[in-house]
Structure formats: structure tokens, C-alpha cells
């Protein structure tokens, strides 16, 4: 079992705890204690299946131990223990959190509930709308708990065994409202997440359907003479054997290739790969191995099975033995034809023989380990199993079915799992099953896909129910396409969370209150959240308000200036406000000062590699920067890229000499910077190397852009724009309500009153009067307000 072994620290310094006869207590950090009771004082060092690092640096701290109780106090919490009571109960410990005691109380006495702001769910399963959401490590009272009291022990070997009955090992997370501070600290016990590769952040196609190889290869050529790149094949059960003897019991668990389909599989995924696309076969491993099955003889006789009375060999994950012949004889030789990564699609219980065990823990845990073998980084597809389940991304949240509401509750529950450090999520886009055709939903679903951490078009075997953008109208044709392209060019912003993600514990999607945690609106707007470092994503996830053809979400912007994403319309932030769009967009917003690096238009195929062009977008108003990861192998590179801003004097951007291993990178590379919000009293100077040089520049006012483009130059040039007087431009709002009137389903008359309002009135409170005398509906009102007041200098 040796190759299956972790890194693990389990040990904590001797000189942060404090024993007890049958208690004892583990300052780990200021914030954080571990609560163990053991009638006999056995205490527990080895590592368990969620907590493998106790290795923190000791903090500070002060113990009063007196006949009746004890007390330990840190700079954060305070612990109160009176002894003698017997286990830990709500009157015999007690635990304060000290930056919650104005005006917050925060006392947690044990046994309580923690009031959290919930964490995630298993799966999304048959999910029409909402779902429960097991227990977070964020809470608004300043505290959380993790019960680790029936976690599995990790032992030295790699294997997992039950530890003793009727303990408590709990631990108390005392973070307040530095919620950043909680996860970080979390992951530090619990393992960092992962990096993921690169490939699993472009498109994923995925159906429930049983292609043969010709259809398939027939579909993929298509997408590309469509120009939709997808980086991800995924081929479902159906690429086994399904339809097979009564007697062997049911087809769902299979690993012998359906030849009539694929008569070629290894030629098949190599075609693939040719393509720019990685490989995952759909498995359910639940039924063991029967004897129909290819590898069947082979795999019997090394794990002693009668294969000549055709004896099932069953799924036992629980056995060292079983493992090692599963990963031999199942998986490997499919790796070795060209399967980069499993789908593990198990969803048949939640026992083993060994007490205590979940299949499905055991399943993501070993299969991630073995994905990384012979250095490969490591990848698998499965369902969450629990806290510390972030060490094996990418998570499965199952068949939804296609309808609003399913649609409505994803973005929250996505953004919500990092409450418990989950980042990983990938949805069936568009939803799995029954519900209805609504061209509508499947646009705005797949806009929430692109912005979202994986994003995977998906749908059953029905023949009305398939994600290929031609099976729409062809408005929503055009904006899914546009859409599927995006979300290749933001693969370099993308795997630069996803390092700072694995380094920083930054999840990706973070709700809008982990850097507001005061502010109540921030906890109000549950489908809005910050998407990396520069965006905020507003999913748009109603209908249309068809006489407007808009749709709109409610949204609170924090302080500062935001500019959208697509438009270059600048808002002023601290305040909440409902944002309109069309069907061609939803809003996102960049912050001021922000910089955003894409693949330019030029590298948009289903490979995803490192961009011989980058489109970098930047965003007026502040100092802002950035620093771009790209790695291949062991080797990484850094690129910093800032922004300094001196409203009414010279605003400069630059972009320095990548640092690292510069010959992971193209010789020479073709930068595109879009300027967003500039506004400038001379045309700016670009350089390179501190040599002026001549560059296309190009002024979009109708965005708000000015976009700059260089010739290819090589990778260590040092580029640098500078703008003199630089302030931010206004937003060009007769324009924009024009453009919005003209799209209108409403009386002419009434748009012309609008308009002519506009144009006397210019964004006046006179203009407001004049608004409300004409009785709009709520909607166009309210349309036509988020334009004329997004901001005002």
C-alpha cells in the first residue's frame, strides 16, 4: 500500500497542549483548539481522512488551571473547562471569541449549534430547484466546529483504519469574521487543494448517449469548423458493454469497450488527443467485475476468484487487494491506450465492510492518488465526500433536472461550497434531465457555466435533449458559440486562480461577504460572487421581462468604481441596485484598478496552451496588479503586470520580464491591451524595453475602450503604456438609452418621450421627476435609472 501514501503531519508541537486526565486540549493557531475527551486518556496523533497537519507554529497563549476548572486564553478565544463533570457538555466547556464581543456576543458552549452559513451537498441528484446543504466553517457569530470524532485513521502504510468508539475530537474555529483567515487556516490542517491541469478549465462536451465512434468524431469536427473549442471529451457508460446477459445482472458497471460502437478504442482517443482534447471514460463501479468482462480471468486469479463457476468478483474497495487488481487490470491498461481521467460515477450506497467507511471517500481518495503516478498531475471526476474532499477535485453534483429553479439555486450552491474549501465544482450545464426546451434557459445557463469552475455541457439520452448550440434559435445559437469561445480565452486569468487557489487558499468563487463580512447586503445577494481576484459575476437566472428584452438580477456592489466586463459602463459602488441586460450578456464586473489577461482571439482551439497571444483587459481608476502563473512540468513562470494611477496626472501600465523558466514560453508573444474607462489628453506612448515604438491604437468609445496592439516581441520585453492626465471617462448614456429604446418592445411614443427627457434633462434629478410623471413600468424604469445614475463624476 506504500503507493498509496500521503504526506502527512500529524503530530502537533508538544508545547501547545494541555492534558488532562481524560481531557485534552491542542492550541493550534490563536483561533483554532482541538477539543479531545477519552474516558481511558488515550489520545489520537496518527492523521485521519480530513485532518492530516497539525503542525502549526504555536501561538501565544495562557493557561489558568485551578482545582474546579481550566482556562486557556489566546490572543482571540478563551476557553473555559470545568473539571471533574464528566465528557464535555454545554455546562462544563465553554469557549469565547473575543473580536465578537461588541455588540456580538460569541459564546459557544459545547454541543450548540454553530448557526453556520452551511457548506455544500453530496450531489444535486434529481435536484428541481433546492437542496440541503450540510454543516460550513463560516458562521456570522464568529465560530465553527469540525467533528472528527468518527473520521477513519490514515495509517502509516496508506490504509485507513476505525478508530476507537465513544471519543470526542472536535475542532473549534474561532475566526470571527475573518473569514479568509478560516479557510486558510483549514487548509493548512486539512491539505491544500490541488492544482487541476490546465485542460480541465477549457470547455468539457458531454452526453449521456450512445454515440458510435463516427457519430462522435463527426460531432467534434463540427464543433471545430464552428469554431468551439472544448478541451474535455467526455464519453459516458455507454462507451462499455451495457446490454449484457440477464444472469450477469445489470449493465451499468462495465469495463470491457463496446467494440461495435468503438471498434477502435485506443486509435479513437488518439484521434482525440490529435485534436487538443483529453479523455474521461464515465465508470460505476458498485456491480465488481463479472465474468463477460475481458480482463475477467486475469483479474480472478489474482485475487483467488472461482472463474471457471464464473464467481463475481465484487466491489470491495475495502480490500488492499481488490484495489490493486481494480487499478491494474481495470484502469490502467485503458490509461495506457489514452483515458486520462475517470468519471466516477458511483452512487450505490454509503457502506463497507469496514465500520465507518464510505466507498465513496475510499474511491476519490485512491483514484486521485493513483492519477498522479508517474508524475502526472493529478485529476479524477466524482461525487463530495465530506469535509476535506477539496484534495480531490473535480467534483460531480448530478443529474438536475432542466428547469429555473435548478438553475436559480446553482450559483449560490456553487460559490457557497467554499465554505467548506470545495472550489471545484462542475455541473451538468444546461441540466441533465426531464424539465423542459427553453432557449432562453440554456443560454443563460451556459453564461453561468463560463463563469463558473468547470464548465461542462451535459444532458441525458433523450433525442429532444442535447447542448449543441445549432438545436436553438439562432439568437441563442450565436450567444452560446461567443460564449463557449470566452471561456477559452479565459483560461490563462483561470489557472492563475487556480495556482493561487492551490498556494494562497483562494477559492475561485468566494461569496460577496468574505471581504465585506460587516456588511449586511453582502450576505443578501446569494447568486452574486466574486469570480478570482479582479470580477464579480451577476448570473442573470429569471426570464426576460419580454417588453423590455431584458432580464435583470438584484446585485449590491461594494465600494469603489466597477466596470462591466463587456461594455465598459462604469458604476459606483456601496450600494445595491438591479442590473438589466439583454440575452446577450450577464453582468460582470471588474474592479477599478483591475487586470484581467486573456488568450487572444488567435489562440482560440481546443488546446490550452500557454497563449502565444494575450489580450490583457485593464480597468481605470485606481493602482491595481497581477501576477500570471504558467507552468509545463515542474517548471513555472510569473509574469507581473501593474497598474499606477494618479487621477489628473499620468496613469502608467506596465509589464515586466516574466520571472522563471522563460523557455516553457513561446519565444516571442503578441500582447492586445484593452484600456477600459481611460480617458487621456494625449494619445498614449507605448514602449518597449524603455524604447518608444509605434502601435495600433484603436479608440471603441460606444465601450469605453482604447485598445493598444504590439507587434510579436520577444518574451523578455518589458512592455509600458503611458497615459498623461489620465481620468476615468464618462459613460455615454444617451447612447446607451438609445440603444436600449431601440431594442424595446414598447409604444414609440413612449420611447420618444424617454428619450427626449434624456436629452433635455441630461442625467439631472429634474430628469427623475420627469420619469416618474410619464408612470413607466417598474421594470423600464428601473432599466432606464441603472444607465442614466451607474455613475457620475
Given at each position: 500500500?506504500?503507493?498509496?501514501?500521503?504526506?502527512?503531519?500529524?503530530?502537533?508541537?508538544?508545547?501547545?497542549?494541555?492534558?488532562?486526565?481524560?481531557?485534552?486540549?491542542?492550541?493550534?493557531?490563536?483561533?483554532?483548539?482541538r477539543?479531545?475527551?477519552?474516558?481511558e486518556g488515550?489520545?489520537?496523533?496518527?492523521a485521519?481522512q480530513?485532518?492530516?497537519?497539525?503542525?502549526?507554529?504555536v501561538?501565544?497563549?495562557?493557561v489558568?488551571?485551578?482545582?474546579?476548572?481550566?482556562?486557556?486564553?489566546?490572543?482571540?478565544?478563551?476557553l473555559i473547562?470545568?473539571?471533574?463533570?464528566?465528557?464535555?457538555?454545554?455546562?462544563?466547556?465553554s469557549?469565547?471569541?473575543?473580536s465578537?464581543?461588541t455588540g456580538h456576543?460569541?459564546?459557544?458552549h459545547y454541543?450548540?449549534?454553530?448557526?453556520?452559513?452551511?457548506?455544500?451537498?453530496?450531489?444535486?441528484?434529481?435536484?428541481n430547484?433546492t437542496t440541503?446543504?450540510?454543516?460550513?466553517?463560516?458562521?456570522?457569530?464568529?465560530?465553527?466546529?469540525?467533528?472528527?470524532?468518527k473520521?477513519?485513521?490514515?495509517t502509516?502504510?496508506?490504509?485507513?483504519?476505525?478508530?476507537?468508539?465513544?471519543?470526542?475530537?472536535?475542532?473549534?474555529?474561532?475566526?470571527?469574521r475573518?473569514?479568509?483567515?478560516?479557510?486558510?487556516?483549514?487548509?493548512?490542517?486539512?491539505?491544500?487543494?490541488?492544482?487541476?491541469?490546465?485542460?480541465?478549465?477549457?470547455?468539457?462536451?458531454?452526453?449521456y448517449?450512445r454515440?458510435?465512434?463516427?457519430?462522435?468524431?463527426?460531432?467534434?469536427?463540427?464543433?471545430?469548423?464552428?469554431?468551439?473549442?472544448?478541451s474535455?471529451?467526455?464519453?459516458?457508460m455507454?462507451?462499455?458493454l451495457?446490454d449484457?446477459?440477464?444472469?450477469?445482472?445489470s449493465?451499468?458497471?462495465?469495463?470491457?469497450?463496446?467494440?461495435?460502437?468503438?471498434?477502435?478504442?485506443?486509435?479513437?482517443?488518439?484521434?482525440?488527443?490529435?485534436?487538443?482534447?483529453?479523455?474521461?471514460?464515465?465508470?460505476?463501479p458498485?456491480?465488481?467485475?463479472?465474468?463477460?468482462?475481458?480482463?475477467y480471468?486475469?483479474?480472478?486469479?489474482?485475487?483467488g476468484?472461482d472463474?471457471?463457476?464464473e464467481?463475481r468478483?465484487?466491489?470491495?474497495?475495502?480490500?488492499?487487494?481488490?484495489?490493486?487488481?481494480?487499478?491494474?487490470?481495470l484502469h490502467?491498461?485503458?490509461?495506457?491506450?489514452?483515458?486520462?481521467?475517470?468519471?466516477?460515477?458511483?452512487q450505490?450506497?454509503?457502506?463497507?465492510?469496514?465500520?465507518?467507511l464510505?466507498?465513496l471517500w475510499?474511491?476519490?481518495?485512491?483514484?486521485?492518488?493513483?492519477?498522479?503516478?508517474?508524475?502526472?498531475?493529478g485529476?479524477?471526476f466524482?461525487?463530495?465526500a465530506?469535509?476535506?474532499?477539496?484534495?480531490?477535485?473535480v467534483g460531480?453534483?448530478?443529474?438536475?433536472?432542466?428547469?429555473?429553479?435548478s438553475?436559480?439555486?446553482?450559483?449560490?450552491?456553487?460559490?457557497?461550497?467554499?465554505?467548506?474549501?470545495y472550489?471545484?465544482?462542475?455541473?451538468?450545464i444546461?441540466?441533465?434531465?426531464?424539465?423542459?426546451?427553453?432557449?432562453?434557459?440554456?443560454?443563460?445557463?451556459?453564461q453561468?457555466?463560463?463563469?463558473?469552475?468547470i464548465?461542462r455541457l451535459?444532458s441525458?439520452?433523450?433525442?429532444?435533449?442535447?447542448?449543441?448550440p445549432w438545436?436553438?434559435?439562432?439568437?441563442?445559437?450565436?450567444?452560446?458559440?461567443?460564449?463557449?469561445?470566452?471561456?477559452h480565452?479565459?483560461?490563462?486569468?483561470?489557472?492563475t486562480?487556480?495556482?493561487?487557489?492551490?498556494?494562497?487558499?483562494?477559492p475561485?468563487?468566494?461569496?460577496?461577504y468574505?471581504h465585506?463580512p460587516?456588511?449586511?447586503?453582502a450576505?443578501?445577494?446569494?447568486?452574486q460572487?466574486?469570480?478570482?481576484?479582479?470580477?464579480?459575476?451577476?448570473?442573470?437566472?429569471?426570464?426576460?421581462?419580454?417588453?423590455?428584452?431584458?432580464?435583470?438580477v438584484?446585485a449590491?456592489?461594494?465600494?469603489?468604481?466597477?466596470?462591466?466586463?463587456?461594455?465598459?459602463?462604469?458604476?459606483?459602488?456601496?450600494?445595491?441596485?438591479?442590473?438589466?441586460?439583454?440575452?446577450?450578456?450577464i453582468?460582470?464586473?471588474?474592479?477599478?484598478?483591475g487586470i484581467?489577461?486573456?488568450?487572444?482571439?488567435?489562440e482560440?482551439?481546443?488546446?490550452?496552451?500557454?497563449?502565444n497571444e494575450?489580450?490583457?483587459?485593464?480597468?481605470?481608476?485606481?493602482d491595481g496588479?497581477?501576477?500570471?502563473y504558467?507552468?509545463?512540468?515542474?517548471?513555472?513562470?510569473?509574469?507581473?503586470?501593474?497598474l499606477?494611477?494618479?487621477?489628473?496626472?499620468?496613469?502608467?501600465?506596465?509589464?515586466?520580464?516574466?520571472?522563471?523558466?522563460?523557455?516553457?514560453?513561446?519565444?516571442?508573444?503578441?500582447?492586445?491591451?484593452v484600456?477600459?474607462?481611460?480617458?487621456?489628453?494625449?494619445?498614449?506612448?507605448?514602449?518597449?524595453?524603455?524604447e518608444?515604438?509605434?502601435?495600433?491604437?484603436?479608440?471603441?468609445?460606444?465601450k469605453?475602450?482604447?485598445?493598444?496592439s504590439?507587434p510579436?516581441v520577444d518574451?523578455?520585453?518589458?512592455?509600458?503604456?503611458?497615459?498623461?492626465?489620465?481620468?476615468i471617462?464618462?459613460?455615454?448614456?444617451?447612447q446607451?438609452?438609445?440603444?436600449?429604446?431601440?431594442?424595446?418592445?414598447?409604444?414609440?411614443?413612449?420611447?420618444?418621450q424617454?428619450?427626449?427627457?434624456?436629452?433635455?434633462?441630461?442625467?439631472?434629478?429634474?430628469?427623475?421627476?420627469?420619469?416618474?410623471?410619464l408612470n413607466?413600468e417598474?421594470?423600464?424604469?428601473e432599466?432606464?435609472s441603472?444607465?442614466?445614475?451607474?455613475?457620475?463624476?
Amino acid at each position: 500500500m506504500k503507493k498509496y501514501t500521503i504526506e502527512t503531519h500529524p503530530q502537533a508541537n508538544e508545547c501547545a497542549i494541555v492534558r488532562g486526565d481524560k481531557y485534552r486540549f491542542t492550541v493550534l493557531t490563536s483561533r483554532m483548539i482541538r477539543l479531545e475527551y477519552d474516558e481511558e486518556g488515550k489520545f489520537e496523533d496518527s492523521a485521519t481522512q480530513s485532518i492530516i497537519n497539525r503542525n502549526f507554529s504555536v501561538p501565544e497563549y495562557r493557561v489558568i488551571d485551578e482545582a474546579d476548572h481550566l482556562e486557556i486564553i489566546t490572543e482571540n478565544v478563551h476557553l473555559i473547562c470545568y473539571k471533574g463533570k464528566g465528557k464535555f457538555s454545554k455546562n462544563n466547556l465553554s469557549i469565547q471569541v473575543k473580536s465578537m464581543l461588541t455588540g456580538h456576543g460569541a459564546t459557544w458552549h459545547y454541543g450548540e449549534n454553530t448557526n453556520d452559513l452551511r457548506g455544500t451537498a453530496r450531489t444535486l441528484d434529481g435536484v428541481n430547484g433546492t437542496t440541503e446543504l450540510e454543516r460550513g466553517l463560516i458562521s456570522k457569530y464568529g465560530f465553527s466546529i469540525i467533528d472528527d470524532s468518527k473520521s477513519l485513521l490514515i495509517t502509516e502504510d496508506g490504509w485507513v483504519e476505525p478508530r476507537k468508539e465513544n471519543i470526542i475530537d472536535i475542532y473549534f474555529l474561532g475566526y470571527g469574521r475573518e473569514y479568509l483567515d478560516c479557510l486558510k487556516d483549514f487548509y493548512h490542517l486539512c491539505g491544500s487543494t490541488p492544482m487541476i491541469p490546465r485542460f480541465a478549465l477549457g470547455n468539457w462536451w458531454s452526453r449521456y448517449y450512445r454515440y458510435t465512434e463516427t457519430e462522435y468524431k463527426e460531432l467534434m469536427e463540427r464543433f471545430e469548423k464552428e469554431h468551439m473549442p472544448f478541451s474535455v471529451a467526455v464519453i459516458d457508460m455507454d462507451w462499455h458493454l451495457v446490454d449484457i446477459p440477464a444472469k450477469y445482472g445489470s449493465g451499468w458497471t462495465g469495463y470491457t469497450w463496446n467494440r461495435e460502437l468503438f471498434p477502435d478504442p485506443k486509435g479513437f482517443m488518439e484521434w482525440l488527443h490529435n485534436k487538443g482534447m483529453k479523455v474521461t471514460l464515465n465508470v460505476h463501479p458498485a456491480d465488481g467485475v463479472r465474468a463477460y468482462e475481458e480482463m475477467y480471468v486475469d483479474m480472478a486469479k489474482e485475487l483467488g476468484v472461482d472463474y471457471e463457476k464464473e464467481q463475481r468478483i465484487n466491489f470491495d474497495i475495502a480490500d488492499p487487494e481488490f484495489l490493486d487488481a481494480y487499478f491494474k487490470y481495470l484502469h490502467h491498461p485503458n490509461e495506457e491506450d489514452g483515458v486520462d481521467f475517470w468519471w466516477i460515477d458511483w452512487q450505490q450506497g454509503g457502506t463497507t465492510k469496514i465500520t465507518g467507511l464510505d466507498p465513496l471517500w475510499m474511491l476519490n481518495h485512491y483514484h486521485f492518488l493513483d492519477s498522479m503516478r508517474n508524475g502526472k498531475q493529478g485529476l479524477t471526476f466524482s461525487r463530495y465526500a465530506g469535509i476535506a474532499s477539496h484534495r480531490y477535485p473535480v467534483g460531480f453534483s448530478g443529474d438536475t433536472f432542466i428547469t429555473w429553479e435548478s438553475l436559480d439555486f446553482q450559483p449560490y450552491f456553487t460559490a457557497n461550497a467554499s465554505n467548506v474549501g470545495y472550489g471545484w465544482w462542475s455541473h451538468d450545464i444546461g441540466g441533465h434531465m426531464l424539465g423542459y426546451k427553453d432557449d432562453e434557459l440554456a443560454v443563460r445557463w451556459l453564461q453561468f457555466g463560463v463563469f463558473s469552475p468547470i464548465n461542462r455541457l451535459h444532458s441525458s439520452s433523450s433525442p429532444f435533449n442535447s447542448k449543441e448550440p445549432w438545436r436553438y434559435n439562432l439568437i441563442a445559437e450565436k450567444v452560446m458559440k461567443e460564449y463557449l469561445r470566452l471561456r477559452h480565452k479565459f483560461v490563462p486569468y483561470l489557472y492563475t486562480m487556480n495556482y493561487l487557489n492551490h498556494k494562497e487558499g483562494l477559492p475561485l468563487m468566494q461569496p460577496m461577504y468574505y471581504h465585506t463580512p460587516w456588511e449586511e447586503a453582502a450576505y443578501k445577494v446569494k447568486n452574486q460572487y466574486y469570480y478570482g481576484t479582479e470580477l464579480i459575476v451577476c448570473p442573470i437566472t429569471t426570464k426576460i421581462n419580454n417588453s423590455i428584452n431584458q432580464g435583470h438580477v438584484t446585485a449590491w456592489l461594494p465600494k469603489g468604481l466597477w466596470f462591466d466586463f463587456f461594455t465598459g459602463r462604469v458604476y459606483e459602488g456601496e450600494r445595491n441596485i438591479n442590473l438589466y441586460r439583454g440575452i446577450e450578456q450577464i453582468p460582470v464586473l471588474a474592479k477599478s484598478g483591475g487586470i484581467v489577461p486573456l488568450a487572444g482571439d488567435s489562440e482560440i482551439s481546443n488546446f490550452t496552451n500557454n497563449p502565444n497571444e494575450l489580450e490583457v483587459h485593464i480597468f481605470a481608476g485606481t493602482d491595481g496588479s497581477f501576477v500570471m502563473y504558467e507552468d509545463e512540468g515542474k517548471s513555472s513562470v510569473k509574469t507581473q503586470m501593474a497598474l499606477e494611477w494618479n487621477k489628473e496626472s499620468e496613469a502608467v501600465f506596465h509589464i515586466t520580464k516574466p520571472e522563471g523558466d522563460i523557455e516553457i514560453l513561446p519565444e516571442q508573444r503578441v500582447y492586445k491591451l484593452v484600456f477600459v474607462g481611460f480617458k487621456a489628453a494625449d494619445v498614449p506612448e507605448v514602449f518597449c524595453n524603455d524604447e518608444k515604438i509605434r502601435a495600433d491604437i484603436l479608440i471603441e468609445q460606444e465601450k469605453n475602450v482604447i485598445i493598444i496592439s504590439l507587434p510579436a516581441v520577444d518574451i523578455s520585453t518589458e512592455v509600458k503604456v503611458i497615459f498623461k492626465e489620465a481620468s476615468i471617462r464618462e459613460n455615454y448614456y444617451e447612447q446607451e438609452i438609445f440603444d436600449f429604446l431601440n431594442k424595446a418592445q414598447i409604444s414609440f411614443i413612449i420611447k420618444e418621450q424617454i428619450y427626449s427627457a434624456v436629452r433635455k434633462f441630461k442625467n439631472s434629478p429634474k430628469l427623475m421627476s420627469e420619469l416618474q410623471a410619464l408612470n413607466l413600468e417598474t421594470e423600464l424604469l428601473e432599466a432606464v435609472s441603472e444607465i442614466l445614475w451607474a455613475y457620475s463624476e
